[in-house]
């Protein structure tokens, strides 16, 4: 039996929801690996979502869960955080989730470095509802909402968290899933807001809608289209090739790993130095 049946609730909640071919399952297995290999007891771990298919994961898997509302998981863990610091608190959104409604709450999330694990799956588009633009379609792109091509320019979920003060940003795909599980268990370990994205195929909507082929083409296309991070610095460092121009590639990666102070450490020793002076009698603010 493997590891991940150890954890799932298969009486309870399945069939799941997830298409035949999709990609979830995969970094699912990947946290569920990461989590165990940790050694964690399963009451200390609690998975949060909000909405959208991505935010179903939580739902199979034998840990504390919450599913919440749409874009507010990092707004309900961090509350979860501040009044349960030894919780490992781990956050599951889909891009859609984490960067339209809920991008507010993921830049300030990474900006107060609050010691949390964001896990955004991102299959490019809205899974759940059907297939509208999300903040990462590419451009050029079909959605149902761009049926004449995606004109936007698509958020870099990863260059954007490094830019907002996360400490541990990586991103992983679905093809290369020992690598992502190695992301994500370093993410769990890290100290600090720690971001994986987590690209994965979605042959159903996307796939579809872009003629990507099947389950097996689009995961093809991830091996052939993933550039380690580092291969592309070198370059960078070469000046030979134009920084950007990546020609839709995917680069894959540790972006940053950086120790910086911590929200939840922070408040408490706040709490602590307030509580001092009010015993010393001193000013109460
Ligand atoms: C306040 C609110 N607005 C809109 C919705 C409808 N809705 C449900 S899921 C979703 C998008 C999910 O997209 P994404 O996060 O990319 O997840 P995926 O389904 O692709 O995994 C939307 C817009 C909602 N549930 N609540």
């Not at 979830?24 to 979502?49: K, Q």
Request: contains cysteine; proline residues 4%.
């Amino acid at each position: 039996m493997s590891v991940i049946h150890e954890y799932i609730r298969s009486t309870k909640k399945f069939p799941h929801l997830w298409c035949p071919g999709c990609g979830y399952g995969v970094g699912l297995s990947a946290l569920v690996r990461a989590i165990d290999s940790l050694g964690y007891s399963r009451n200390d771990v609690i998975l949060i979502s909000g909405i959208g298919c991505a935010a179903r994961a939580p739902v199979y898997v034998d840990f504390n869960t919450l599913h919440t509302t749409h874009g507010r998981a990092l707004s309900f863990a961090t509350g979860i955080k501040l009044v349960k610091p030894h919780l490992h608190v781990i956050v599951i959104m889909g891009d859609g989730d984490a960067l339209a409604i809920g991008g507010n709450h993921f830049i300030h999330s990474c900006r107060r470095n609050i010691d949390l694990t964001a896990i955004v799956f991102n299959n490019r588009i809205y899974g759940m509802t059907g297939g509208q633009c999300s903040p990462t379609t590419p451009k050029g792109d079909r959605a149902t909402t761009a049926p004449y091509d995606n004109f936007d320019t698509s958020f870099d979920i990863c260059n954007l968290a490094v830019g907002a003060g996360a400490s541990f940003v990586a991103r992983g795909t679905t093809y290369y899933a020992k690598q992502t599980e190695r992301f994500i268990k370093m993410a769990l370990a890290h100290k600090g807001f720690s971001v994986v994205e987590v690209i994965s195929q979605c042959p159903t909507i996307y796939g579809r809608l872009n003629k990507m082929g099947g389950p097996v083409e689009m995961l093809k296309w991830q091996r052939d289209n993933a550039i380690p991070l580092e291969k592309v610095r070198q370059r960078w460092s070469d000046s030979t090739d134009p920084a950007g121009d990546l020609g839709g590639k995917i680069l894959t990666g540790i972006f940053v790993n950086r120790e910086t102070s911590e929200f939840v450490s922070e408040y408490y020793a706040m709490v602590a130095r307030l509580n001092g002076s009010r015993k010393n009698g001193e000013a109460k603010t």
